[in-house]
């Protein structure tokens, strides 16, 4: 099996060299620095701010573009719950948006019908999630955020290198958000990046992460209310020696997602969700639709279970919506009631959906193991 997160010896080399150095936090023309440059340049964005976590990225970058309390955010519901809690924790309010059955991305239909509801303007952000790695409808989205007055973050938390029409995803809306947490394509153990093409937006976000100060100012003048959330020097020489062989590790990924569609063509009972022609994923995850007959036979907990008993290794991935997780009936402060809020096709997904993790699909062997437990178990499960 892959060991992930993995101990390559590059990566030890430059975290030696960063810990020898003495300079662990970050510093002016320090790793963090180059980190972010190259970032940026990677994916195709002028600027980049390294952060904490992928959240704490999510959190600065909504109140960066301006969301306020009481301001209302689209985003799907079919996530990580950090998409929606960096805006609840700016008092905001998350409007849930059902998802497309062939991406798992966020459904433009469902958007623009949010939108359409939205009579007094309350929604000030539409948050995209490209999720498993596979780029969301980006131009149908913006289109329709903008023509509501919305602005665009996109979640990339799982997609570090993925491209929307030829285009590096992460600075195509307002800013973009990646997450190094232990699972990530690329992991510092914790971690986030904030990228985008709009000053405005990264002075204020290198402020707010920064305990308030100006780019350019005193160490003690603090123009905004801000946190310390930097990277640390040794996170960010892990991250920039892992930057450098990723193109090589995204290609690695890429052939092994073909191999397991190739593997499964054909299967009535489980269906990978591939991304479209003009896409490319990360390939952070590898969804797979199980059939409904199957599900109702079984339960997806068993199905894992079988799965991985026959040597491949799969996960359950989300159990529910967002909108049903009880952190949003014991807010800190009084949400709306979604217990009447039901979204077909995220509801599907949570009861039939599976997950492939990333570095399976590192290894041909693990991708061919994988999917042949999985054509056993549509065999055999009868």
Known sequence: MVKWPPVNPDDEKSLLEAFKS????????GVVEEFEREFSRYHEAKYAVAVTS???????????????EGDYFALPAYTFIATATAGVLLRAVPVFVDIDAETLNISVESLKAVLE?????????????HFSGIPAEL??????????????????????????????????????VFSFQSS????????????????EIYIKAWSYHNAGREINGEWYMHALIGWNFRMTELQAAILLSQLKRYDDEFKVRERNARLLYELLEGNEDFKPVKPP???SSSNHLLPIWISSRLIKQYGKARIVSEVNNRGGVVVEGYPMPLYRQPAFRESYWKLPDYSRLNLPVTEDACRRVIWVPQHVLLSEDETRRTAEALVRVSRELR
């Open 22 to 29: 003495g300079r662990w936090g970050r510093v002016p023309g």
């Open 277 to 279: 022609t003009y896409v």
């Open 117 to 129: 509801q939205d009579k007094d303007g309350k929604i000030k952000l539409v948050v995209p999630v």
């Open 54 to 68: 992928g959240t704490v990225g999510l959190f600065l970058s909504y109140l960066a573009v301006g969301l306020n």
């Open 139 to 176: 131009d149908e989205v913006i289109n329709e955020a903008r023509k509501h007055g919305a602005k665009v973050i996109e979640d990339a938390a799982q997609a570090h290198g993925a491209a929307y029409k030829g285009r590096k995803v992460g600075a195509i809306g307002e800013a973009g």
């Open 184 to 199: 990530k394509n690329m992991t510092a153990g914790e971690g986030g990046v904030i990228v985008t093409n709009d000053y």
